[in-house]
């Protein structure tokens, strides 16, 4: 099967929901390990960090041009034409033994032998077309790479993972299942797939008929990691790949799961007036700092916070720990913090190291915002909220008189060192 | 400006999801009934529009007949005219879509509203599906709308990473929402009282349409069995809360 994923890029490098998805993707991809022809193919608008691409085991990278920044409908447009004229595996259709895509050609010099644990792929030229049409396995599929004909489209499921899938969605007429957490393929050519409901706090089970699926992956539906066996790295790639392969050398040898450099291919987006017309200008907010998505430490605050006033001692706990101040829902009711601050179903999903939630009884739709942190802290008067007995540790008690002795702690810890 | 506002009846969550005997379905003997805050948002947004350039706010649903209740909350809040969209069933959003677009080309809306996703099966594409039906430009999750002076168009904004994200989209269009676009008003009795006269119309729907995702079974996931430790009460806990921060390595 192929499988295409759209990695969203954060700066020059691959943002972290992405590097989620494409684990997530590469599960899919994996899961098919009997088809030696299964492909992962990381779709890119921008210039792909094929470094980052390759650590996490992609065979294919299609990077799209013909499009200015944010526009969802024309990225889903592109999509839609890779879905016309799937990457395979099998040779491209001007001759079995082709040493190269019919148009675009690869942008690095194509796998390159030398890897640290295998020997490299086979082969000196990509072995498939490219997405245009009329490039695909037409010459037939070498006997060990039959296609079975299913691909999946997915993308983490942010603002623009969901808008980009449900145009798709919308583009070619096929169902798009939003906040995956987990599918793998079904008798009968469709997939199985669990996906949240009410913002995770439910899990749906069900069934998609139909042998090309269009999915988001929950943003805390895996971890990102890297494959087991490293991917293989060309020689102008290796330059850029940090760590050196030193860490991988000790891994045991798994040549039969070794990875190939992936192909890197350049595909020019066909889209109309009509698509271009929603296009995002961005311009960075005023309010700087770590945002509440990505931090890696959100102190929280709730109703025992009391008061606009009441957050000073909390975003200075904040600043020490390097990290930043999210709210419930009834503190931005109250209007004591902006809605930007939110934590919860309505309002923004974290996933940080810590999540220190002061005041905060717990109310379902906020702990589907937090649910995602590695450790949760809660201070409470009330040791039987749902927060209190949800957390990993616990202290009992006023949020106004521990957090400024907290603070206060911390900082007599900074100067004694 | 004419808006079509489209709201889903969905069971009021509150302490803990408990589901009824085949799991296909929230068990709802104890719940009350609301939309999602985003849709409330909506509503609110298209009223407030309505009162700045005139014209009026219709509100539908798609949903059981007892989602006229839903309806009618939106009519004390502003709306001036209702429409259910009947089902017995619950339809995926391929449908869904379908039968709103049957309510939005019975009129001529400048704008349609919808929220970001419904908080019950949270598909995240309704109002997308809806858009490309009515050929319109369309942008989603918007936390700040702006009609351009020219009455033509509106500038959409939204938060993406830190950054400010605006979308400008000529009239008509199609927005999904976000709350936090606005702090909705509370129905005034004169509201309420105008909501309970008002007409609601009702349109039959056909069932699910094949080609959906379909839902086998619901499950509420096993949230982590772990035993809080609890560090202590008050400012004694600090030097305990100091070694826990240490140790997981935020300090």
């Given at each position: 099967?192929?499988?295409?994923?759209?990695?969203?890029?954060?700066?020059?490098?691959?943002?972290?929901?992405?590097l989620r998805a494409l684990t997530f993707a590469r599960g899919l991809a994996d899961g098919q390990a009997?088809?030696?022809?299964?492909?992962?193919?990381?779709?890119?608008?921008?210039?792909?960090?094929?470094?980052?691409?390759?650590?996490?085991?992609?065979?294919?990278?299609?990077?799209?041009?013909?499009?200015?920044?944010?526009?969802?409908?024309?990225?889903?447009?592109?999509?839609?034409?890779?879905?016309?004229?799937?990457?395979?595996?099998?040779?491209?259709?001007?001759?079995?033994?082709?040493?190269?895509?019919?148009?675009?050609?690869?942008?690095?010099?194509?796998?390159?032998?030398?890897?640290?644990?295998?020997?490299?792929?086979?082969?000196?030229?990509?072995?498939?077309?490219?997405?245009?049409?009329?490039?695909?396995?037409?010459?037939?599929?070498?006997?060990?790479?039959?296609?079975?004909?299913?691909?999946?489209?997915?993308?983490?499921?942010?603002?623009?993972?969901?808008?980009?899938?449900?145009?798709?969605?919308?583009?070619?007429?096929?169902?798009?299942?939003?906040?995956?957490?987990?599918?793998?393929?079904?008798?009968?050519?469709?997939?199985?797939?669990?996906?949240?409901?009410?913002?995770?706090?439910?899990?749906?089970?069900?069934?998609?008929?139909?042998?090309?699926?269009?999915?988001?992956?929950?943003?805390?539906?895996?971890?990102?990691?890297?494959?087991?066996?490293?991917?293989?790295?060309?020689?102008?790639?290796?330059?850029?790949?940090?760590?050196?392969?030193?860490?991988?050398?000790?891994?045991?040898?798994?040549?039969?799961?070794?990875?190939?450099?992936?192909?890197?291919?350049?595909?020019?987006?066909?889209?109309?007036?009509?698509?271009?017309?929603?296009?995002?200008?961005?311009?960075?907010?005023?309010?700087?700092?770590?945002?509440?998505?990505?931090?890696?430490?959100?102190?929280?605050?709730?109703?025992?916070?009391?008061?606009?006033?009441?957050?000073?001692?909390?975003?200075?706990?904040?600043?020490?720990?390097?990290?930043?101040?999210?709210?419930?829902?009834?503190?931005?009711?109250?209007?004591?913090?902006?809605?930007?601050?939110?934590?919860?179903?309505?309002?923004?999903?974290?996933?940080?190291?810590?999540?220190?939630?002061?005041?905060?009884?717990?109310?379902?739709?906020?702990?589907?915002?937090?649910?995602?942190?590695?450790?949760?802290?809660?201070?409470?008067?009330?040791?039987?909220?749902?927060?209190?007995?949800?957390?990993?540790?616990?202290?009992?008690?006023?949020?106004?008189?521990?957090?400024?002795?907290?603070?206060?702690?911390?900082?007599?810890?900074?100067?004694?060192? | 400006?004419?808006?079509?506002?489209?709201?889903?009846?969905?069971?009021?969550?509150?302490?803990?999801?408990?589901?009824?005997?085949?799991?296909?379905?929230?068990?709802?003997?104890?719940?009350?009934?609301?939309?999602?805050?985003?849709?409330?948002?909506?509503?609110?947004?298209?009223?407030?529009?309505?009162?700045?350039?005139?014209?009026?706010?219709?509100?539908?649903?798609?949903?059981?007949?007892?989602?006229?209740?839903?309806?009618?909350?939106?009519?004390?809040?502003?709306?001036?005219?209702?429409?259910?969209?009947?089902?017995?069933?619950?339809?995926?959003?391929?449908?869904?879509?379908?039968?709103?677009?049957?309510?939005?080309?019975?009129?001529?809306?400048?704008?349609?509203?919808?929220?970001?996703?419904?908080?019950?099966?949270?598909?995240?594409?309704?109002?997308?599906?809806?858009?490309?039906?009515?050929?319109?430009?369309?942008?989603?999750?918007?936390?700040?709308?702006?009609?351009?002076?020219?009455?033509?168009?509106?500038?959409?904004?939204?938060?993406?990473?830190?950054?400010?994200?605006?979308?400008?989209?000529?009239?008509?269009?199609?927005?999904?929402?976000?709350?936090?676009?606005?702090?909705?008003?509370?129905?005034?009795?004169?509201?309420?009282?105008?909501?309970?006269?008002?007409?609601?119309?009702?349109?039959?729907?056909?069932?699910?349409?094949?080609?959906?995702?379909?839902?086998?079974?619901?499950?509420?996931?096993?949230?982590?069995?772990?035993?809080?430790?609890?560090?202590?009460?008050?400012?004694?806990?600090?030097?305990?809360?100091?070694?826990?921060?240490?140790?997981?390595?935020?300090?």
């Amino acid at each position: 099967m192929t499988v295409y994923c759209l990695v969203e890029l954060d700066g020059a490098g691959v943002a972290d929901a992405a590097l989620r998805a494409l684990t997530f993707a590469r599960g899919l991809a994996d899961g098919q390990a009997s088809q030696a022809g299964a492909r992962l193919a990381a779709v890119v608008f921008g210039e792909p960090p094929e470094a980052d691409l390759a650590r996490y085991g992609v065979t294919d990278v299609i990077a799209m041009t013909g499009i200015d920044g944010y526009a969802p409908q024309a990225w889903a447009r592109a999509l839609a034409a890779l879905l016309d004229a799937p990457v395979s595996a099998g040779p491209a259709s001007d001759g079995p033994e082709s040493g190269g895509p019919v148009s675009g050609g690869p942008v690095s010099g194509g796998p390159v032998s030398g890897g640290p644990v295998s020997g490299g792929p086979v082969s000196g030229g990509p072995v498939s077309g490219g997405p245009e049409p009329g490039n695909t396995s037409a010459g037939g599929p070498a006997p060990d790479r039959v296609p079975d004909g299913r691909v999946a489209v997915l993308a983490a499921a942010t603002d623009r993972g969901n808008e980009v899938l449900a145009h798709l969605g919308a583009i070619t007429g096929l169902p798009m299942a939003a906040n995956c957490v987990a599918v793998s393929p079904a008798a009968g050519g469709g997939y199985a797939l669990v996906r949240q409901r009410w913002a995770g706090l439910l899990l749906e089970e069900a069934l998609l008929d139909s042998p090309v699926a269009l999915l988001t992956v929950a943003t805390d539906a895996v971890s990102a990691q890297t494959p087991d066996t490293p991917p293989a790295v060309s020689a102008e790639m290796s330059a850029a790949v940090a760590p050196t392969p030193a860490a991988w050398e000790s891994a045991p040898a798994r040549p039969e799961s070794a990875r190939e450099a992936p192909v890197v291919r350049r595909a020019s987006a066909s889209v109309s007036a009509a698509d271009l017309v929603v296009r995002a200008v961005e311009t960075p907010s005023g309010a700087g700092g770590a945002s509440l998505a990505t931090a890696r430490v959100v102190v929280g605050g709730g109703r025992g916070v009391g008061s606009a006033d009441g957050f000073a001692p909390l975003e200075e706990l904040a600043a020490l720990l390097g990290g930043v101040v999210g709210v419930s829902r009834v503190v931005t009711s109250e209007g004591w913090r902006p809605h930007s601050m939110q934590v919860g179903q309505t309002g923004t999903k974290i996933t940080p190291d810590l999540y220190l939630a002061c005041g905060i009884s717990g109310a379902i739709q906020h702990i589907a915002g937090c649910s995602g942190a590695k450790y949760l802290i809660a201070i409470n008067k009330d040791p039987s909220a749902p927060m209190m007995t949800r957390a990993d540790y616990a202290v009992i008690g006023d949020l106004h008189e521990i957090i400024p002795a907290l603070v206060q702690a911390i900082k007599d810890r900074t100067e004694r060192d | 400006m004419d808006i079509l506002v489209c709201v889903k009846r969905v069971p009021t969550v509150g302490g803990a999801i408990t589901l009824t005997a085949d799991r296909r379905a929230i068990d709802t003997k104890m719940s009350g009934f609301t939309i999602s805050p985003h849709e409330e948002c909506a509503v609110e947004e298209a009223v407030r529009l309505v009162e700045r350039f005139g014209g009026a706010v219709t509100v539908a649903s798609l949903g059981p007949p007892e989602a006229e209740e839903q309806l009618r909350s939106c009519l004390a809040l502003g709306a001036s005219a209702a429409v259910l969209l009947e089902t017995a069933a619950e339809i995926g959003p391929i449908a869904t879509a379908d039968a709103l677009y049957s309510v939005a080309t019975s009129g001529s809306f400048d704008l349609v509203l919808l929220g970001n996703e419904a908080s019950d099966t949270g598909d995240y594409q309704v109002g997308i599906r809806l858009a490309h039906l009515l050929g319109r430009p369309v942008a989603t999750g918007i936390k700040a709308i702006v009609v351009g002076d020219d009455g033509a168009s509106l500038t959409a904004s939204r938060t993406y990473r830190g950054a400010t994200e605006a979308f400008t989209l000529p009239l008509p269009c199609v927005l999904t929402v976000k709350e936090g676009i606005n702090l909705p008003r509370y129905p005034s009795l004169p509201g309420r009282l105008r909501a309970k006269r008002a007409p609601v119309t009702r349109i039959g729907v056909p069932g699910p349409a094949a080609g959906e995702i379909r839902m086998t079974s619901l499950r509420v996931p096993e949230a982590p069995k772990k035993q809080a430790t609890v560090l202590g009460h008050s400012s004694d806990a600090v030097p305990a809360l100091v070694g826990v921060l240490t140790e997981i390595g935020v300090l």
